[in-house]
């Protein structure tokens, strides 16, 4: 504990400086972008962040008031120095489901260290791209809104994200990053618009944030750890999820994972475990879920060891290994007759699960707990009683 409280002040003291008023600054327009939402402007943003990059000493970026059309962009780094980047605008992508190439990325931040982004909004006009998917035509692949790879010490606040063609924001092979106040939006049948995922990456914190979208509002892959997640208003959504896990037979677990003071709102699921059926040396564990209240949730509490999407099942046993997660002070309602849902692996069964203080009900009525392979405790009033081996 004292190795991450030092850990959390170090990170404090970066997130307080960040935001410090740099000495150098730059305009996407003095570049030669136009805010009209027509104009292409990627070519003035590359301009602009190479010279921020390569600035003698902390610099700002600033993105003014107005519509800024930018198509698939890397800001590489590393930087000599901190850079913000000041969005007082939006960011659109080309409205053609094509623009984007076969990347996989909008707008990616690639190896860059001590870098604050704040405020604005980022459309990536994904109409189109839902539209080409639910026809079944030949869609280009989906393309992640704002990504992180191999990043470090990074800050995001008061960004607004909409409208993504896949996840809003992606994390991946990145230490340290904060995302707070942020705005998620997507409707709630657009295809896998994750709000936030993370992956291969530790020391990653979210908090005070409201995500609506057509997935996940937040989806947890495997090799993360250490990760917090604090007042989130999740939905419409699938909740927060870890997993999918188990997809390959060598594949890094998730460990140390907290989400508290949480609200889910007409979500497919609350928190949840996935993974698939099929043998795997992964793991999650010590996952504490707490302080949560659900609102007509269909899967308040639920692990799913036979994680089966559009009926793809590998039909074997999930050799992920579930142990040490704790649910405490987990209240509200279920839209379905079991609030509590754990379908555990026969060959490696879920162990140490705790049920502290548990109170969910169906329409006023008692609601049921469900348990296949799942052993631990429970403590305090559960409602509903526990079915723990």
């Known amino acids: 504990m004292a190795k991450l409280a030092v850990s959390c002040t170090l990170f404090i003291f970066f997130i307080n400086t960040l935001f410090q008023s740099a000495s150098a600054a730059y305009n996407v327009i003095n570049f030669g972008a136009k805010p009209d939402g027509k104009s292409d402007a990627t070519q003035a943003f590359l301009r602009a962040w190479s010279s921020a990059c390569y600035s003698n000493s902390p610099a700002t970026l600033h993105v003014p008031r107005g519509l800024f059309l930018v198509k698939s962009i890397s800001f590489n780094g590393p930087c000599r120095h901190r850079i913000v980047f000041q969005i007082d605008g939006t960011?659109?992508?080309?409205?053609?489901?094509?623009?984007?190439?076969?990347?996989?990325?909008?707008?990616?931040f690639y190896k860059v260290n001590r870098l604050g982004i704040h405020g604005g909004t980022i459309d990536a006009t994904g109409a189109g791209y839902w539209a080409c998917r639910k026809?079944?035509?030949?869609?280009?692949?989906?393309?992640?809104?704002?990504?992180?790879?191999?990043?470090?010490?990074?800050?995001?606040s008061g960004l607004t994200s909409i409208n993504?063609?896949?996840?809003?924001?992606?994390?991946?092979?990145?230490?340290?990053?904060?995302?707070?106040?942020l705005k998620i939006n997507a409707p709630s049948w657009s295809p896998n618009t994750d709000g936030i995922h993370i992956q291969s990456s530790s020391g990653i914190t979210i908090s005070n944030s409201?995500?609506?979208?057509?997935?996940?509002?937040?989806?947890?892959?495997?090799?993360?750890k250490n990760l917090w997640i604090e007042r989130i208003a999740c939905g419409p959504g699938h909740g927060i999820s870890i997993g999918s896990l188990g997809a390959y037979a060598a594949e890094d677990g998730v460990k140390n994972v907290t989400v508290t003071d949480s609200i889910f709102t007409g979500t497919q699921n609350g928190v949840r475990i996935k993974t698939w059926a099929r043998?795997?040396?992964?793991?999650?564990?010590?996952?504490?879920?707490r302080n949560i209240i659900m609102t007509k949730v269909f899967n308040p509490i639920i692990i799913d060891q036979n994680y089966c999407p559009d009926n793809h099942c590998p039909h074997q046993s999930s050799g992920v290994t579930i142990s040490g997660v704790t649910y405490r002070n987990i209240k509200g309602t279920s839209a379905t007759p079991v609030a509590v849902n754990f379908g555990c692996s026969s060959s490696k069964p879920c162990t140490g699960i705790k049920l502290q203080v548990i109170r969910l009900t169906y329409f006023n009525k008692a609601a049921t707990a469900y348990c296949k392979n799942a052993r631990g405790s429970s403590s305090g009033v559960v409602v509903p009683g526990s079915c723990l081996g």
């Open 210 to 224: 409201a995500i609506m979208t057509g997935d996940d509002c937040i989806s947890v892959g495997p090799g993360t």
């Open 91 to 108: 960011i659109i992508a080309p409205s053609s489901y094509w623009s984007l190439g076969n990347s996989g990325f909008w707008i990616l």
């Open 135 to 156: 026809s079944g035509k030949s869609c280009p692949p989906p393309t992640r809104s704002i990504s992180f790879v191999g990043a470090s010490n990074i800050v995001v």
């Open 279 to 289: 043998p795997s040396n992964g793991f999650a564990r010590n996952i504490r879920f």
């Open 164 to 181: 993504s063609r896949f996840f809003h924001i992606a994390i991946d092979e990145c230490v340290n990053i904060m995302l707070r106040k």
